[in-house]
């Protein structure tokens, strides 16, 4: 179109254009049969690609963050209705649970990490971590389920990530979730608490 003017033959070859492209297209049994063997193609680079070393992680939320744990180093998941606080204690140690007869000191990350609190939570529900010789629980507001995740995806913090210390971190997956180290929990000095009330 030029102004009000329609160029009629010029409108007359896109339509013959977009018509014998319709034309070309394959049949519906061609076309399920080139999808067929696109698909199977697609199956077996799936098949051949390795995945890498992959973990098995224990989703949970806290404060409206996204955590992980490695399943390896947790013993189980459980509820708890009351609490016994400790005096004397770092504000990141939450107090004592009983834990079918064994009695557990909870921690809260959140505290542990010096991270702003946002907003209020259930906080119900523990991960018991437990090594060789130590054992104590994580605070929790929702348990996520099960699932495993490929250390290749895992990504260091961005720069300016004021959240857990590197140092405690495997790293952050694709979703934004932050997938702490475990081990470096279970062995931290900063847990035993060996304070005397005088």
């Known amino acids: 179109m030029s102004g009000n003017k329609v160029d009629w033959s010029e409108l007359h070859r896109r339509m013959e254009v977009v018509r014998a492209a319709l034309e070309a297209e394959p ?100 991960l018991v971590l437990r090594s060789e010789c130590v054992e104590f629980g994580v605070l929790a507001d929702t348990i996520l389920g099960v699932h495993t995740l490929a250390l290749a995806e895992l990504q260091p913090p961005p720069a300016g990530f004021s959240g857990v210390h590197e140092a405690y971190l495997k790293g952050i997956d694709r979703t934004g979730k932050i997938v702490l180290d475990a081990r470096r929990l279970l062995n931290d000095e900063r847990l035993l608490i060996r304070q005397e009330v005088g």
């Open 27 to 126: 049949a519906p049994a061609e076309r399920a049969r080139i999808l067929k063997e696109r698909a199977r193609e697609l199956a077996v680079e799936t098949a051949r690609a390795d995945p890498g070393e992959t973990i098995e992680v224990v989703g949970f939320s806290l404060a409206h963050e996204i955590y992980a744990l490695e399943s390896a180093w947790v013993r189980e998941v459980a509820l708890i209705k009351e609490f016994t606080p400790l005096p004397c204690t770092p504000r990141f140690l939450l107090g004592l649970v009983n834990v079918r007869g064994r009695i557990l000191s909870v921690i809260d990350i959140k505290k542990f990490f010096d991270l702003p609190e946002k907003g209020l939570t259930d906080l119900n529900k523990i």
